[in-house]
């Protein structure tokens, strides 16, 4: 779809209302428009046809209450009407919506970095030589239409979950066909843009939302390393007390005491350990500083990450991979051992005979088809694509919970201005943590996002927008998450693709309230200046006054802007078939020899960043899985 001249003229007049100038910065223009159809069109036809609609929306209320095109109003109608939809609690998010691309389009400028006082490309790249494993990575495009291959273990996914189970099995001696549907980006591919790697690394450019009474955006891995590969790196265990009671509501053989050998393989892989100070930078000064003035107890965050340098591209694809997510330790692991690594392949169907699965059909890109046979499938999609997958074949859903139970760890962030420096964007982007309620469910970690992230995360606009972006270098970006007591679900949706449904309730609006209320606390404890808050009615605020009537307003789930980046539960381990998915052994209570293995498998809310969680209990389930072939072998030569 191409836009209009007048779909253009009314982008226009929107971005100059928005993104007028301010003291450092200039006003948006014909360039800002031209750089936002682009980041849309990356999304698809679909999503710039939507788009353009919300444009053409507000034209037609402009000429129906102004008599006039929206592109020819005075600037201060423009922003009344902008501001009309921003009170709204529907029009608020179509208003985000329309002005999201357009800050992308004007803060991803190497003009406005320029004015700021910042450096716009990524330090390059260490050039890096060819690695024998690299040549066990094909693309599917490779393998002839109607092809079947054959191994003793197909994994699909390269993530928390295929990653560690690739290596695992390959390291065993089993043959291994590894398939993922995104492509291998090495080091060289890696560093640029963060909207540019979006296109490239996310699914849907990461659009990818949760709809409720809320639309939450969740962004998901599609590549070589799965979301590990755009995570921030963080790496924790889960409380003790949340694996008790995950066994012991459901049975599953998940304590601590059981899940430690594992615990300490993964983190051994990955290196996982806390940043350098230089890394961690001024912002963890700041909450330090902030979360002592309070008596609250806070720490550096473990990663895997050792070497981390703190340019703060942790989520777009780290340049230096010293980030340790699979594509950097579990995959190549996995090759050298043997595994052969087929990009670009979408697993389209588990086949299944007499109650066993058998393999898989993969689908090319350019829509022809071959065959992967096995004599296990291990399905490691992760927990929105994993159920979405076998509930559009009818299977493994007996107990009726596959794709049910969706937790999401709901997560949002403010900015606060300081009178000096920060710099948060050259530092590691989740560093720090401030742990005080965690038993409450209130989970505080850094969130600094570089300057157009931050952009779209806010969601003022205007003059007093524009004053606060041009002084980002002195901001200081922190967030939290909330182990949520919602739930949601994933079925198939239009085209087999998944839809996500999630509705937040009260007793969550509740908590992510208390949370923002002690976030201003800590900025104001540390020294703020002021305070730009994801809630409506509460986007600037001044003082510790404007915080405790944040505490007492009474909010909606609508009130926040939210993402999540921790869908778990969709496939959940148990010891018994009416209430689980998979065994302890991973293994489908319905299909023999078919496992899921991801964060599905994962009873949430887990209270804390769950990929090393995920990959502990990878490892541990490649045993079951090893073992099963043993006897598969056994059978085979009695």
């Not at 994993?386 to 107990?399: D, F, I, K, V």
């Not at 209430?579 to 599905?600: F, K, M, P, R, W």
């Not at 804390?608 to 490892?619: G, R, S």
């Amino acid at each position: 779809m191409t836009p209009s001249e007048a779909d253009r003229a009314t982008l226009l007049a929107v971005a100059t209302a928005a993104l007028p100038a301010g003291r450092a910065l200039e006003c948006a223009d014909a360039e800002t428009v031209r750089r936002a159809i682009d980041v849309v069109a990356r999304a698809g036809d679909a999503a710039l046809t939507a788009w353009l609609g919300l444009a053409r929306l507000l034209d037609t209320l402009a000429r129906t209450t102004k008599r006039a095109p929206y592109a020819a109003l005075p600037l201060g109608e423009r922003l009344a009407l902008l501001q009309g939809w921003a009170e709204g609690a529907a029009t608020r998010h179509l208003l985000r919506a329309l002005l999201a691309p357009l800050k992308l389009g004007y803060f991803d400028d190497e003009r406005v970095y320029r004015a700021l006082g910042m450096r716009f490309a990524p330090e390059a790249p260490a050039s890096n030589e060819r690695q024998r494993w690299s040549e066990r990575i094909a693309d599917a495009a490779t393998v002839p239409a109607g092809e079947t291959l054959e191994c003793d273990a197909v994994v699909v996914g390269t993530g928390a979950g295929g990653g560690p189970v690739a290596k695992e099995l390959a390291e065993r001696g089993l043959a291994v066909i590894v398939l993922e549907e995104g492509k291998h980006h090495d080091r060289k591919a890696l560093g640029g843009r963060p909207t540019a790697m979006m296109a490239s690394l996310y699914r849907s450019a990461g659009f990818t939302a949760a709809l409720g009474n809320h639309v939450i955006p969740i962004p998901l891995g599609k590549t070589v390393g799965g979301t590990t590969t755009i995570n921030s790196g963080t790496a924790l265990r889960p409380p003790e007390r949340v694996l008790a009671s995950w066994a012991a509501r459901h049975g599953a053989d998940v304590s601590l005491r059981s899940l430690e050998p594992y615990f300490e393989r993964v983190e051994e892989i990955m290196g996982v350990g806390e940043s350098s100070a230089a890394a961690l930078g001024k912002p963890a000064e700041l909450v330090a500083r902030g979360a002592d003035a309070l008596g609250w107890s806070h720490h550096a965050l473990a990663r895997n990450a050792p070497g981390c340098d703190g340019q703060g591209l942790c989520c777009f694809g780290c340049p230096t991979e010293a980030k340790r997510s699979s594509n950097v330790s579990f995959m190549p692991a996995a090759l050298r051992a043997g595994a052969q690594l087929y990009t670009s392949a979408k697993v389209t169907r588990v086949l299944v005979e007499d109650g066993e699965a058998k393999g898989v059909e993969v689908a090319r890109t350019d829509g022809a088809r071959f065959t992967v046979r096995a004599r296990v499938v291990v399905l490691a999609c992760g927990s929105v694509h994993t159920p979405a997958l076998l509930l559009r074949e009818g299977m493994a859903n007996t107990s009726g919970q596959l794709g049910r139970n969706l937790t999401i760890h709901p997560a949002t962030s403010a900015i606060a201005l300081f009178d000096d420096v920060v710099d948060g964007h050259v530092a590691v982007p989740q560093g720090y943590a401030v742990d005080q309620f965690a038993a409450e469910g209130l989970m505080f970690e850094g969130a600094t996002a570089p300057l157009e992230l931050t952009a779209v995360a806010l969601t003022s606009f205007g003059p007093g927008f524009m004053e606060a972006l041009g002084q980002y270098r002195k901001h200081l970006s922190f967030g939290f998450m909330i182990a949520d007591s919602s739930t949601g679900r994933v079925r198939p949706g239009r085209g087999g693709e998944p839809l996500i449904t999630y509705r937040l309730r009260d007793a969550d609006v509740q908590r992510l309230r208390r949370g923002m209320a002690l976030l201003g606390r800590l900025f104001f404890a540390a020294g703020a200046r002021e305070m730009h808050a994801a809630v409506h009615g509460f986007e600037r605020m001044r003082s510790q006054a404007d915080v405790d009537r944040l505490a007492a307003a009474p909010l909606s789930a609508r009130s926040f802007d939210l993402t999540a980046y921790h869908p778990l539960g969709t496939a959940r381990i148990g010891a018994d078939p009416r209430t689980s998915v998979v065994a302890n052994t991973h293994e489908c209570h319905d299909v023999l020899n078919l496992y899921i293995v991801d964060g599905g498998n994962v009873q949430g809310p887990l209270y804390v960043n769950p990929q090393v969680t995920i990959m502990a209990l990878a490892t541990r389930a490649a045993e079951h899985i090893a073992r099963r072939v043993e006897r598969l072998d056994a059978l085979s030569a009695a």
